[in-house]
C-alpha cells in the first residue's frame, strides 16, 4: 500500500491549488481515502475524505464550500483536492491516507499516508 501526495506550491489568498494523490497496491473501489493537514506542533486536522463504494464525501467545516475532493477510478488510480479560494490559515502540510475502510468517518484512522505536500498562502 502506498499514496503519494503531490501538487502543493506557493500561491496569494484568493488563489487555487489542486493536490493529487496517487494511490498504489489497492483500489479506489476498495477504500475511502482521505485528505488531512497537519502544521508541525499542532494536531491533525482531517480536511476531506471520499468512500470506496458511492463516492460519499465528507470535509470539515473549516474547508466546506472551497475545497472539493473527487477520484480517478480508471488506471490513475488518483484521488484529487481542489482547493479555491485559499487563505493564509490553509497553509499547511496536506496527506492523504487511508484506513482500510470502505466508508468515511469523522476522526479517521489512518493505518497508511505518504510524505506531505506543503500548501503555503501568502501575500
Known amino acids: 500500500v502506498q499514496l503519494q501526495a503531490s501538487g502543493g506550491g506557493l500561491v496569494q489568498p484568493g488563489e487555487s491549488l489542486r493536490l493529487a494523490c496517487r494511490v498504489s497496491?489497492?483500489?479506489?473501489?476498495?477504500?475511502?481515502i482521505g485528505w488531512f493537514r497537519q502544521v508541525p506542533g499542532k494536531e491533525r486536522e482531517d480536511v476531506a475524505c471520499?468512500?470506496?463504494?458511492?463516492?460519499?464525501?465528507?470535509y470539515a467545516d473549516s474547508i466546506a464550500g472551497r475545497f472539493t475532493i473527487s477520484r480517478d477510478n480508471s488506471l490513475n488510480n488518483k484521488v484529487y483536492l481542489q482547493m479555491n479560494n485559499l487563505k493564509p490559515e490553509d497553509t499547511s502540510l496536506y496527506y492523504c491516507g487511508t484506513g482500510l475502510t470502505p466508508f468515511c468517518m469523522r476522526e479517521m484512522k489512518y493505518d497508511y499516508w505518504g510524505q506531505g505536500t506543503l500548501v503555503t498562502v501568502s501575500s
Open positions: 471520499i468512500s470506496s463504494p458511492d463516492g460519499t464525501t465528507i
Open positions: 497496491g489497492f483500489s479506489l473501489d476498495d477504500y475511502a
